[in-house]
């Protein structure tokens, strides 16, 4: 599975308080109305598969087109589940089916609408029903509140993590009225474009990722250039993460394509709103067109500096502007000329990989990274530390400066992440054989292995490669001839095999 991380443009002028605000309604929503939901749906599900065993059982009943099109649903999309239903070899699965099936037309007649009338005052009283987008009995308030409903936790956590990366940078570009009206508006279009594509729908549409793909689409249009991480992950014998970069304008089109093809291959029936995305990412894109082409975007962009100049570093903000229209040397001038100011200006140290890595120069970036990592680590922030060196190595970066690298490891250790511990020990060995920062790695690495992770033959091997170093080590010598002897399972010297005789006592 391939999730974004994050991206390059992650720094903005102000806190995007809308988009937080959209967050934490999305998450009282669902908090409000997750097992309400749940439990309707179960009810209503129960309703559902009587009618198709009716039907499955009496192919002659008449029925509404409503009850129609879920029995046509069902047959087509489970095949073998419906040929096991209509079989007179069926094994029953309530009462309600044992007496069903001895039913003759009238009695089933009667029974379908029942079914069909209890279902439709299930589905109007339930919160889907009231709240939710349906397509074929659309209402003006579903095309705001179905925006806010979720179907479960991974539903509502990806969206808000999708909606927080694409949606803090738009907001701080868009200024936080225009943003928000954007936002609700594309909710609308995307439900919208959905119910082009199915009129008569009957299957409810919940979610907000009809909106958040169109500021992805929006995205696009205003830094197609932006790297994006992304992460990878995989299963041998443990989970893995696998970091890497790519542009927006090959990241997004790519999940754009994939949309597309999953819409026309699972159609209505695939449980995932396909069409809402691609409808809401056309809008934003076409809209994030509109706004900086008219003007608006200047005007809106214009209106935040002024509002945020006599908190925000005058440096920071023309250094962001400079950025924003590539002209990379210059953004950097300004950058270095505020370190020169104010050296433990986080803002800009933070901000100066960005502007190397839009300029191409992947040198002075690891070299700017590096001093990040050492500044964060000062500042006791190992988290965004971390960060900075995953983003060092993704570019290529092998020899971290042995001092951070270090610390970074007993971070590592500190939370009690073993083998990456022990992993980055020994990559710092290997990096700087001839510093004694290599002695301290190689004897920490081999005591992780030896007895948090039960390798004492790797343990064995890290001592030795300690004992053998180059560099002085006398006053390590004691430590390393202990972990050898651990690791090759030599008993721990007991008093009386190294005290020497006692020729008097003390008594009290």
Known sequence: MIIPLNHENMHGRRWPYVTLAVIALNAIFFLATHWTIERETR????????????????????????????VENFRHSQIKAWDLFASPNHTPLDAWDVE????????????????????DQMQAES???????????????????????????????FNMWFLWLAGAILEDTWGRPLYAAVYLVSGVAALWGYAMVYPNGMIPVIGASGAIASLMGAFLARFPKTKIQL??????????LYRFKAPAYAVLPLWLGVQ???????GESGGVAYWAHIGGFGFGLVMALILRYSGIEQKADQAIQEKVGWSANPRIVKATDLLEKEQFDEAISELKALIAEKPDSVDAYEMLPSVYWRKGDTQ??????ETACQLHLKLHNS????????????AGGTKMPAASWLELCRHAENIQQWERA??????????WPQERNSILALISAGRIQLKQLGQPQQALRLYVAAQNSPVPHQDWNETIRKGVDAAMGKPKPTASDSATPVTSTLRS
């Open 422 to 431: 022990a992993s980055e020990y020994e990559k710092l060995a290997e990096a």
């Open 364 to 369: 002075s970036y690891m070299q700017a990274m």
């Open 231 to 240: 992460g990878f992950f995989y299963w041998i014998l443990r989970p893995r």
């Open 260 to 266: 597309l093809l999953s819409g026309v291959m699972a």
């Open 383 to 394: 988290e965004a530390a971390w960060q900075d060196y995953e983003d060092y190595v993704q």
């Open 100 to 119: 069903m099936r001895a039913w003759t037309g009238p009695r089933c007649e009667e029974e379908m609408n029942r079914l069909a009338g209890q279902l």
């Open 43 to 70: 009810e209503m599900g129960e309703v559902q598969e009587h009618i198709i065993l009716l039907a499955a059982a009496h192919p002659d009943t008449p029925m509404s087109t409503a009850e129609q099109k879920l």
């Open 127 to 157: 919160t889907l029903g009231r709240f939710a987008f349906y397509p074929s009995r659309r209402t003006v308030i579903s095309y705001l509140t179905a925006n806010f409903l979720h179907g479960g936790w991974l539903h509502l956590i």
